[in-house]
């Protein structure tokens, strides 16, 4: 027969429940730092490439800044300046002989009402559209009016503008009223 006999002071604890908790939060730990490790490596490569991507691209950047400069004093160089303007003027006469002529004076035809004659038809292109700048005579003020009405609900003139209205010192004169202003045109 045994008999089981304690002679120690304080009774046996188990530590069982500490070392499993310890190793779970370890291993917890480890896992984390294991995680934290692997990505900050990931940001590091990608920050590696990146910068070598911004250098590339920036060494990129002064080339093609070199370049412009190259080419800026090629082109400010006199006989180029001096080509650059003629071929401007020669485009510009292109596009003078380019200007719808037959259909102005068609749009003019339906808009004009007895007793209004067109006396000068000025043509500019500004920044992509056609400008006219007109001077008509009126017989008197009824007449001028049904103009600018019969103008303004045209599809093709547009952003109409009277400039200068003045009128005939003598009765005997053509046109008593004459009327200067500027019209956008589109020949649709």
Known sequence: MKVRLNLAT???ESNRRIAVGATTV???GLIAMVVLAWHGYSVWRSNNVSRT???QLQGDMDRLRAERSDLEAFFNM???VQRRDRAAFLNSLIAERA???TKIFMDLEHNLPEGVRVITI???????HLELRLTIGALNDDVKLKFLKALESSTEFSQIEVLNETRAARAAEMDPVLLSLQARYSAI
């Open 53 to 55: 991507e911004q250098a």
């Open 99 to 101: 200007f719808p002529w």
């Open 122 to 128: 000025q043509p500019t292109l500004a920044q992509g």
């Open 26 to 28: 370890g291993s917890i």
């Open 78 to 80: 006199p006989d180029n």
């Open 10 to 12: 304080a009774s046996i």
